[in-house]
């Protein structure tokens, strides 16, 4: 497992953007998959998008393409979301999590998440 923290969030107008930023601890970040999810409130947890292991490759959700970029810099071992033409219905706790090498969708496939970090869009 890898200990991961998300910042960057915050309050943003609607058509606003606004990039969040997942750090990730050990040297053997290069090794995995990283996720972006969210859940707003009553909802459930939701897929945003995922980078592979050196960035070359990256799947969203209908929801966030076009608009939201996954990047990763493995020397800083980081990988950031940038969300461009925010929506209010983007409100949401961010969330990163970490799998070992094979991308997926699926929150339960991963092994290692963040704390969470607040987007709240206003419209």
């Known amino acids: 497992q890898v200990l991961l923290v998300e910042s960057g969030g915050g309050l943003v107008q609607a058509g606003g953007s606004l990039r969040v930023s997942c750090t990730a601890s050990?040297?053997?970040?290069?090794?995995?998959?990283v996720g972006w999810f969210r859940q707003a409130p009553g909802k459930e947890r939701e897929f945003v998008g995922v980078?592979?292991?050196?960035?070359?490759?990256?799947y969203y959700a209908d929801s966030a393409k076009g608009r939201f970029t996954i990047s990763r810099d493995n020397a800083r071992n980081t990988v950031y979301l940038q969300m461009n033409s925010l929506k209010p219905e983007d409100t949401a706790v961010y969330y990163c999590a970490a799998r070992s090498w094979v991308i997926s969708a699926k929150p339960n496939e991963y092994d290692s998440w963040g704390q969470g970090t607040q987007v709240t869009v206003s419209s």
């Open positions: 980078i592979n292991w050196d960035g070359s490759d990256t």
């Open positions: 050990g040297r053997t970040f290069r090794e995995y998959v």
